[in-house]
Protein backbone atom coordinates (compact mmCIF):
# COMPACT_ATOMS: atom_id res chain seq x y z
CA UNK A 1 0.00 0.00 0.00
CA UNK A 2 1.60 3.66 -1.44
CA UNK A 3 1.22 6.58 0.41
CA UNK A 4 -1.69 8.63 -0.54
CA UNK A 5 -0.71 10.80 -3.13
CA UNK A 6 -3.73 10.87 -4.97
CA UNK A 7 -4.87 14.20 -6.65
CA UNK A 8 -8.23 14.23 -8.08
CA UNK A 9 -9.16 16.58 -11.18
CA UNK A 10 -10.31 19.98 -9.54
CA UNK A 11 -12.35 21.63 -12.56
CA UNK A 12 -15.47 20.15 -13.27
CA UNK A 13 -16.62 22.85 -16.42
CA UNK A 14 -20.06 21.50 -16.45
CA UNK A 15 -20.26 21.52 -12.13
CA UNK A 16 -22.45 18.06 -12.34
CA UNK A 17 -21.88 17.89 -7.96
CA UNK A 18 -22.18 21.59 -7.56
CA UNK A 19 -25.45 20.99 -9.45
CA UNK A 20 -26.07 17.90 -7.74
CA UNK A 21 -25.77 18.96 -4.31
CA UNK A 22 -28.09 22.09 -4.86
CA UNK A 23 -30.80 19.90 -5.69
CA UNK A 24 -30.16 17.43 -3.02
CA UNK A 25 -29.80 19.89 -0.60
CA UNK A 26 -33.18 21.18 -1.81
CA UNK A 27 -35.11 18.07 -1.11
CA UNK A 28 -34.21 17.92 2.46
CA UNK A 29 -34.83 21.78 2.48
CA UNK A 30 -38.33 21.52 0.96
CA UNK A 31 -39.28 18.36 2.72
CA UNK A 32 -37.95 19.96 6.43
CA UNK A 33 -35.72 16.46 6.70
CA UNK A 34 -32.36 16.33 8.71
CA UNK A 35 -29.50 14.45 6.96
CA UNK A 36 -29.01 12.46 9.72
CA UNK A 37 -30.97 10.05 11.10
CA UNK A 38 -34.67 9.34 12.35
CA UNK A 39 -36.95 7.44 14.58
CA UNK A 40 -36.31 4.41 12.23
CA UNK A 41 -33.10 4.22 12.08
CA UNK A 42 -33.24 4.08 16.20
CA UNK A 43 -36.12 1.49 15.63
CA UNK A 44 -34.08 -0.29 13.30
CA UNK A 45 -30.49 -0.29 15.82
CA UNK A 46 -32.84 -1.93 18.58
CA UNK A 47 -33.35 -4.57 16.22
CA UNK A 48 -30.20 -4.94 15.10
CA UNK A 49 -28.86 -5.41 18.46
CA UNK A 50 -31.28 -7.47 19.47
CA UNK A 51 -30.97 -10.25 16.66
CA UNK A 52 -27.01 -9.54 17.42
CA UNK A 53 -27.24 -9.94 21.21
CA UNK A 54 -30.25 -11.66 22.45
CA UNK A 55 -29.07 -15.23 21.22
CA UNK A 56 -25.83 -14.85 23.15
CA UNK A 57 -27.73 -14.69 26.70
CA UNK A 58 -30.36 -17.58 25.38
CA UNK A 59 -27.34 -19.89 24.69
CA UNK A 60 -25.98 -18.72 28.40
CA UNK A 61 -28.83 -18.87 30.23
CA UNK A 62 -31.01 -21.61 28.89
CA UNK A 63 -31.13 -25.07 28.66
CA UNK A 64 -31.22 -26.24 25.08
CA UNK A 65 -30.16 -28.56 22.73
CA UNK A 66 -26.36 -27.71 20.50
CA UNK A 67 -28.21 -27.49 17.62
CA UNK A 68 -30.12 -24.37 18.68
CA UNK A 69 -27.59 -23.02 20.33
CA UNK A 70 -25.55 -23.79 16.65
CA UNK A 71 -28.62 -21.70 15.04
CA UNK A 72 -28.17 -18.99 17.59
CA UNK A 73 -24.85 -18.39 16.56
CA UNK A 74 -25.97 -17.92 12.67
CA UNK A 75 -28.61 -15.74 13.89
CA UNK A 76 -25.84 -13.82 16.05
CA UNK A 77 -23.21 -13.51 12.81
CA UNK A 78 -26.36 -12.08 11.04
CA UNK A 79 -27.17 -10.14 13.71
CA UNK A 80 -23.36 -8.43 13.96
CA UNK A 81 -23.86 -7.93 10.72
CA UNK A 82 -26.78 -5.79 10.64
CA UNK A 83 -25.41 -3.45 13.20
CA UNK A 84 -22.08 -3.66 11.53
CA UNK A 85 -24.32 -2.28 8.44
CA UNK A 86 -26.96 -0.74 9.60
CA UNK A 87 -25.23 1.23 13.13
CA UNK A 88 -21.95 1.17 12.81
CA UNK A 89 -21.51 2.40 9.63
CA UNK A 90 -23.89 5.11 9.90
CA UNK A 91 -22.19 6.09 13.55
CA UNK A 92 -18.29 6.37 11.93
CA UNK A 93 -19.86 8.74 9.06
CA UNK A 94 -21.10 11.02 11.64
CA UNK A 95 -24.41 11.03 10.56
CA UNK A 96 -26.89 8.47 12.86
CA UNK A 97 -27.32 11.42 14.94
CA UNK A 98 -27.15 15.16 15.29
CA UNK A 99 -25.38 14.68 18.35
CA UNK A 100 -21.59 13.85 17.77
CA UNK A 101 -21.63 11.90 21.38
CA UNK A 102 -24.36 9.70 19.98
CA UNK A 103 -22.58 8.96 16.63
CA UNK A 104 -19.35 8.02 18.53
CA UNK A 105 -21.44 5.96 21.17
CA UNK A 106 -22.70 4.00 17.88
CA UNK A 107 -19.84 4.11 15.97
CA UNK A 108 -18.34 2.76 18.95
CA UNK A 109 -20.50 -0.60 18.39
CA UNK A 110 -17.28 -2.45 16.42
CA UNK A 111 -15.57 -3.13 19.42
CA UNK A 112 -18.66 -5.71 19.94
CA UNK A 113 -18.32 -6.75 16.54
CA UNK A 114 -14.55 -7.31 16.51
CA UNK A 115 -12.99 -4.46 15.29
CA UNK A 116 -11.49 -1.07 15.91
CA UNK A 117 -12.86 2.62 15.36
CA UNK A 118 -9.94 4.50 14.49
CA UNK A 119 -8.61 1.27 12.01
CA UNK A 120 -12.26 1.39 10.31
CA UNK A 121 -12.15 5.22 9.60
CA UNK A 122 -8.73 5.16 8.23
CA UNK A 123 -9.71 2.59 6.05
CA UNK A 124 -12.91 3.36 5.05
CA UNK A 125 -13.60 6.56 5.43
CA UNK A 126 -10.15 7.96 4.55
CA UNK A 127 -8.26 5.52 2.04
CA UNK A 128 -11.97 4.08 0.34
CA UNK A 129 -13.73 6.50 0.45
CA UNK A 130 -10.97 9.10 -0.79
CA UNK A 131 -9.36 6.64 -3.76
CA UNK A 132 -12.14 4.74 -4.32
CA UNK A 133 -11.15 1.32 -6.54
CA UNK A 134 -7.79 2.70 -6.88
CA UNK A 135 -4.86 0.01 -6.76
CA UNK A 136 -2.57 0.44 -4.58
CA UNK A 137 -4.53 2.93 -2.32
CA UNK A 138 -8.03 1.18 -1.51
CA UNK A 139 -7.51 -1.44 1.12
CA UNK A 140 -11.13 -2.51 0.17
CA UNK A 141 -9.69 -4.05 -3.37
CA UNK A 142 -6.60 -5.13 -1.91
CA UNK A 143 -6.50 -9.04 -0.86
CA UNK A 144 -3.20 -9.55 -0.87
CA UNK A 145 -2.24 -12.50 -3.44
CA UNK A 146 -4.62 -15.00 -2.56
CA UNK A 147 -7.57 -13.10 -4.52
CA UNK A 148 -7.13 -10.84 -7.59
CA UNK A 149 -9.57 -7.70 -7.34
CA UNK A 150 -8.20 -5.45 -10.00
CA UNK A 151 -6.53 -5.96 -13.36
CA UNK A 152 -3.41 -3.43 -11.74
CA UNK A 153 -2.77 -6.53 -9.44
CA UNK A 154 -0.33 -9.34 -10.77
CA UNK A 155 -1.90 -12.23 -11.87
CA UNK A 156 -1.35 -15.80 -10.11
CA UNK A 157 -2.24 -19.78 -11.74
CA UNK A 158 -4.11 -19.97 -8.68
CA UNK A 159 -6.23 -16.57 -9.25
CA UNK A 160 -7.55 -18.97 -12.29
CA UNK A 161 -10.18 -20.82 -9.57
CA UNK A 162 -10.82 -17.28 -7.52
CA UNK A 163 -14.18 -17.19 -8.13
CA UNK A 164 -14.86 -20.46 -6.66
CA UNK A 165 -12.71 -20.29 -3.93
CA UNK A 166 -13.20 -16.66 -3.14
CA UNK A 167 -16.59 -17.51 -1.16
CA UNK A 168 -15.43 -19.70 1.08
CA UNK A 169 -12.56 -16.50 2.18
CA UNK A 170 -15.01 -14.55 2.50
CA UNK A 171 -16.24 -15.66 5.78
CA UNK A 172 -13.32 -14.88 7.38
CA UNK A 173 -13.74 -11.02 7.03
CA UNK A 174 -14.77 -10.45 10.98
CA UNK A 175 -12.84 -13.54 12.20
CA UNK A 176 -9.50 -11.41 10.92
CA UNK A 177 -10.50 -8.44 12.40
CA UNK A 178 -10.55 -10.02 15.59
CA UNK A 179 -7.23 -11.75 15.81
CA UNK A 180 -4.87 -10.33 12.98
CA UNK A 181 -5.95 -7.12 11.08
CA UNK A 182 -6.66 -4.71 13.64
CA UNK A 183 -2.69 -5.37 14.70
CA UNK A 184 -1.50 -4.94 11.44
CA UNK A 185 -3.59 -2.05 10.69
CA UNK A 186 -2.63 0.14 13.66
CA UNK A 187 1.19 -0.69 12.94
CA UNK A 188 0.75 0.09 9.46
CA UNK A 189 -1.26 3.59 9.79
CA UNK A 190 0.33 5.03 12.87
CA UNK A 191 3.87 4.63 10.85
CA UNK A 192 2.35 6.21 7.94
CA UNK A 193 0.52 9.28 10.30
CA UNK A 194 -3.03 8.55 8.98
CA UNK A 195 -5.79 9.32 10.85
CA UNK A 196 -9.73 10.49 10.75
CA UNK A 197 -9.65 13.75 11.79
CA UNK A 198 -7.33 14.27 14.98
CA UNK A 199 -4.54 11.73 14.80
CA UNK A 200 -4.04 9.67 18.21
CA UNK A 201 -1.21 9.23 20.31
CA UNK A 202 0.60 5.59 19.83
CA UNK A 203 -0.13 4.87 23.73
CA UNK A 204 -3.87 5.97 23.09
CA UNK A 205 -4.16 3.57 20.11
CA UNK A 206 -2.33 0.44 21.26
CA UNK A 207 -3.88 0.71 24.82
CA UNK A 208 -7.48 1.08 23.57
CA UNK A 209 -6.92 -1.92 20.90
CA UNK A 210 -5.48 -4.04 23.39
CA UNK A 211 -8.16 -3.32 26.76
CA UNK A 212 -10.83 -3.84 23.67
CA UNK A 213 -9.36 -7.19 22.33
CA UNK A 214 -9.02 -8.27 26.07
CA UNK A 215 -12.79 -7.54 26.65
CA UNK A 216 -14.09 -9.11 23.44
CA UNK A 217 -12.35 -12.27 24.06
CA UNK A 218 -13.74 -12.27 28.08
CA UNK A 219 -17.08 -11.53 26.62
CA UNK A 220 -17.45 -14.40 23.77
CA UNK A 221 -14.82 -16.68 24.81
CA UNK A 222 -14.08 -16.70 28.21
CA UNK A 223 -17.44 -16.42 29.76
CA UNK A 224 -19.38 -18.74 28.15
CA UNK A 225 -16.58 -21.44 28.96
CA UNK A 226 -17.22 -20.09 33.09
CA UNK A 227 -20.29 -21.31 32.73
CA UNK A 228 -19.99 -24.48 31.48
CA UNK A 229 -20.17 -24.94 28.21
CA UNK A 230 -17.28 -27.32 26.33
CA UNK A 231 -14.33 -25.38 25.40
CA UNK A 232 -14.64 -26.68 21.82
CA UNK A 233 -18.15 -25.54 21.59
CA UNK A 234 -17.52 -22.73 22.44
CA UNK A 235 -14.98 -21.90 20.02
CA UNK A 236 -17.13 -23.72 17.04
CA UNK A 237 -19.91 -21.23 17.96
CA UNK A 238 -17.72 -18.27 17.73
CA UNK A 239 -16.22 -18.99 14.72
CA UNK A 240 -19.63 -19.87 12.80
CA UNK A 241 -21.02 -16.57 14.46
CA UNK A 242 -17.85 -14.92 12.70
CA UNK A 243 -18.19 -16.45 9.55
CA UNK A 244 -22.13 -15.91 8.91
CA UNK A 245 -21.08 -12.31 9.46
CA UNK A 246 -17.89 -11.68 7.22
CA UNK A 247 -19.76 -13.70 4.54
CA UNK A 248 -22.46 -11.56 4.28
CA UNK A 249 -20.39 -8.36 4.85
CA UNK A 250 -17.92 -9.29 2.50
CA UNK A 251 -20.57 -10.12 -0.43
CA UNK A 252 -22.32 -6.79 0.10
CA UNK A 253 -19.16 -4.83 -0.13
CA UNK A 254 -17.83 -6.25 -3.06
CA UNK A 255 -21.17 -5.86 -5.27
CA UNK A 256 -20.69 -1.80 -4.78
CA UNK A 257 -17.06 -1.88 -6.68
CA UNK A 258 -16.29 -5.27 -7.69
CA UNK A 259 -17.79 -5.67 -10.91
CA UNK A 260 -16.88 -5.49 -14.59
CA UNK A 261 -19.14 -1.90 -15.23
CA UNK A 262 -16.99 -0.05 -12.68
CA UNK A 263 -14.06 1.29 -13.71
CA UNK A 264 -10.38 0.88 -11.84
CA UNK A 265 -8.33 3.56 -13.26
CA UNK A 266 -4.90 4.87 -11.96
CA UNK A 267 -3.27 8.02 -12.12
CA UNK A 268 -1.06 9.55 -14.22
CA UNK A 269 2.93 9.56 -13.70
CA UNK A 270 2.34 12.72 -11.52
CA UNK A 271 -0.37 11.08 -9.71
CA UNK A 272 -3.16 13.04 -10.84
CA UNK A 273 -6.57 11.48 -11.70
CA UNK A 274 -8.53 12.23 -14.96
CA UNK A 275 -11.72 13.07 -13.20
CA UNK A 276 -13.08 14.88 -10.31
CA UNK A 277 -13.64 13.20 -6.96
CA UNK A 278 -17.54 13.19 -7.28
CA UNK A 279 -17.19 12.15 -10.76
CA UNK A 280 -14.92 9.52 -9.90
CA UNK A 281 -17.46 7.96 -7.64
CA UNK A 282 -19.74 7.38 -10.21
CA UNK A 283 -17.29 5.39 -12.75
CA UNK A 284 -16.25 3.56 -9.65
CA UNK A 285 -19.25 2.48 -7.80
CA UNK A 286 -22.43 0.54 -8.58
CA UNK A 287 -25.85 0.18 -6.63
CA UNK A 288 -27.92 -3.04 -6.68
CA UNK A 289 -31.61 -3.96 -5.91
CA UNK A 290 -32.07 -0.21 -5.16
CA UNK A 291 -35.63 -0.61 -5.44
CA UNK A 292 -35.93 -3.50 -2.74
CA UNK A 293 -37.09 -2.59 -0.09
CA UNK A 294 -36.17 -5.53 2.37
CA UNK A 295 -32.68 -5.31 0.58
CA UNK A 296 -32.61 -1.67 1.47
CA UNK A 297 -33.63 -1.74 4.92
CA UNK A 298 -30.98 -4.94 5.89
CA UNK A 299 -28.12 -3.66 4.35
CA UNK A 300 -28.46 -0.03 5.94
CA UNK A 301 -28.27 1.23 2.26
CA UNK A 302 -25.18 -0.54 1.40
CA UNK A 303 -26.74 -1.51 -2.19
CA UNK A 304 -27.17 2.59 -3.21
CA UNK A 305 -23.55 2.63 -2.90
CA UNK A 306 -23.52 5.29 -5.66
CA UNK A 307 -25.43 7.64 -3.05
CA UNK A 308 -23.49 6.90 -0.28
CA UNK A 309 -19.75 7.28 -2.22
CA UNK A 310 -21.18 10.98 -3.70
CA UNK A 311 -22.90 11.96 0.59
CA UNK A 312 -21.12 10.05 2.60
CA UNK A 313 -22.54 12.92 5.30
CA UNK A 314 -26.06 12.13 4.66
CA UNK A 315 -27.97 8.54 6.90
CA UNK A 316 -28.34 5.71 4.46
CA UNK A 317 -31.91 6.14 5.81
CA UNK A 318 -32.57 8.73 3.02
CA UNK A 319 -30.53 6.88 0.14
CA UNK A 320 -33.83 6.13 -1.63
CA UNK A 321 -35.35 8.91 -1.59
CA UNK A 322 -32.27 11.06 -3.25
CA UNK A 323 -31.65 7.85 -5.25
CA UNK A 324 -33.98 9.42 -8.06
CA UNK A 325 -32.13 13.29 -7.88
CA UNK A 326 -28.50 11.46 -8.63
CA UNK A 327 -29.70 9.09 -11.04
CA UNK A 328 -31.40 11.88 -13.21
CA UNK A 329 -28.37 14.46 -12.36
CA UNK A 330 -26.09 12.00 -13.87
CA UNK A 331 -28.21 11.30 -17.26
CA UNK A 332 -28.55 14.57 -17.64
CA UNK A 333 -24.78 15.42 -17.97
CA UNK A 334 -24.06 12.08 -19.68
CA UNK A 335 -21.75 10.38 -16.57
CA UNK A 336 -22.39 6.75 -15.69
CA UNK A 337 -25.13 5.29 -13.14
CA UNK A 338 -23.83 1.45 -12.59
CA UNK A 339 -26.78 -0.53 -11.17
CA UNK A 340 -28.14 -4.15 -10.95
CA UNK A 341 -31.70 -4.49 -10.84
CA UNK A 342 -31.63 -7.52 -8.11
CA UNK A 343 -29.09 -8.71 -5.91
CA UNK A 344 -28.83 -11.74 -7.81
CA UNK A 345 -27.52 -9.63 -11.12
CA UNK A 346 -25.18 -8.53 -8.68
CA UNK A 347 -23.30 -11.17 -7.61
CA UNK A 348 -23.67 -12.96 -11.14
CA UNK A 349 -21.83 -10.19 -12.14
CA UNK A 350 -19.18 -10.13 -9.32
CA UNK A 351 -17.94 -13.82 -9.72
CA UNK A 352 -18.27 -13.41 -13.35
CA UNK A 353 -15.75 -10.42 -13.02
CA UNK A 354 -13.47 -12.51 -10.66
CA UNK A 355 -13.38 -15.61 -13.28
CA UNK A 356 -12.25 -12.93 -15.89
CA UNK A 357 -9.58 -11.70 -13.53
CA UNK A 358 -8.50 -14.88 -12.56
CA UNK A 359 -8.49 -16.50 -16.26
CA UNK A 360 -7.05 -13.91 -18.58
CA UNK A 361 -3.25 -12.65 -17.34
CA UNK A 362 -2.79 -10.72 -19.55
CA UNK A 363 -5.06 -8.09 -17.97
CA UNK A 364 -2.18 -8.12 -15.53
CA UNK A 365 -0.36 -4.29 -15.46
Known amino acids: MTNPTIKFARKDPQKFFRTLNKRVNAYFRDNDLQKTGNWKLHLKAAIMFTAFLAPYFLILFLDISDWWKLLFTVLMGAGMAGVGMNVMHDGNHGVYSKKKWVNKFMGSSIYVLAGNVYNWQVQHNVLHHTYTNIHGHDEDIDAGRVIRFSKHAKWRKFHKFQHIYSVFLYGLLTFNWAITTDFMQTKNYLKRQLSYGEMPSKWKQWSTLAVTKLIYVTVWLVIPMLIGITWWKVLLGFFVMHYTA?????????????????????????????????????FTTANFAANNKIVNWLTGGLNHQVEHHIFPNISHIHYDKIAEIVRDTAVEFNLPYNEYETTQGAIKAHFQYLKKLGAQPELAS
Request: proline letters at 5%.
Open 246 to 282: GLILSVIFQLAHVVEDNDMPLPNEKGEMKNTWAIHQL
